[in-house]
């Protein structure tokens, strides 16, 4: 089927669809200027000590390692990034009262800033504009523990009890945390649409929100450049860029 052909198709299914559920991946945040870390142009592809920089063991156990991630969060490129049209799409989608959730496997809140409510958003794996301590739990704003660093501490500490401050996001060698992962779940088998857009699918368990929304009789459309491990049994598969393909669906 030629693209125009799909896209039409696809339309017509969101026209009908009354469950909307859309899982997002690094692919719709690529469009802004934020880097893929696992692609071929990814950080950390290019660079192995950035992954070190995200493995918990280190940073826990490393001054050093605590201090270069902070200067790395200093100029991130999420701090100046906008969302983009795909991400403006699936905030109209919200808007239409179409959209039952949106899980995502970003941290950049590029969809809440988009205009999709925080209640609407699944963030498996956290949030890059939160720091947490790793010792009481206390969540405070990222700006926050940002100007500390840029007024000379180089490794800020909790303010409540000393303990390690840390993005609040799901680092390498971190559990998932149990109750948004069931969340994720339970939202994707409630949909009559399910969208996977921008990921590449290899991340579990996540990955497999498709295989239950399948299940669950979710007809699946996945938008990604790449190839995916579950093009086979989706309904749609389209490689057109996210930002162009997104808008054009809205059309119906
Ligand atoms: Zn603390």
């Known amino acids: 089927m030629c693209m125009e052909a799909e896209i039409d198709q696809v339309r017509g299914w969101l026209r009908n669809a009354r469950s909307v559920v859309a899982l997002t991946g ?12 696992r692609g071929p142009q990814g950080l950390w592809t290019k660079n192995p000590l950035a992954e070190k920089l995200s493995n918990i063991h280190y940073y826990m156990s490393d001054p050093q390692v605590r201090k270069a991630s902070w200067r790395a969060r200093l100029d991130h490129p999420v701090w100046t990034a906008r969302p983009n049209a795909g991400h403006v799409a699936l905030a109209e989608l919200e808007k239409r009262g179409r959209l039952h959730a949106l899980i995502t496997q ?9 205009g999709n409510s925080p209640e609407k958003v699944v963030e498996v794996h956290g949030t890059m504009r939160k720091v947490v301590c790793m010792a009481c739990g206390t969540e405070r704003p990222m700006a926050e523990a940002l100007h500390r660093v840029r007024t000379g501490e180089e490794d800020p500490a909790c303010h409540v009890c000393g303990g390690i401050l840390k993005s609040a996001t799901v680092s390498f060698g971190q559990p998932l945390v149990s109750n948004v992962i069931e969340r994720a779940f339970r939202v994707a088998a409630q949909a009559d649409l399910f969208f996977a857009i921008g990921s590449s699918l290899r991340v579990y368990p996540i990955a497999n929100a498709v295989q239950v929304a399948r299940e669950a009789g979710a007809r699946i459309v996945i938008l990604n450049a790449e190839e995916t491990p579950y093009d086979d049994t989706a309904d749609a598969v389209i490689r057109d860029p996210i930002g162009r393909v997104l808008p054009q669906l809205l059309a119906y």
């Not at 970003?106 to 988009?114: G, K, P, R, T, Y």
């Open 26 to 37: 690094a692919g719709i945040s690529t469009e802004s200027g934020i880097p893929d870390f």
């Open 106 to 114: 970003n941290i950049d809140e590029l969809h809440q800033l988009a």
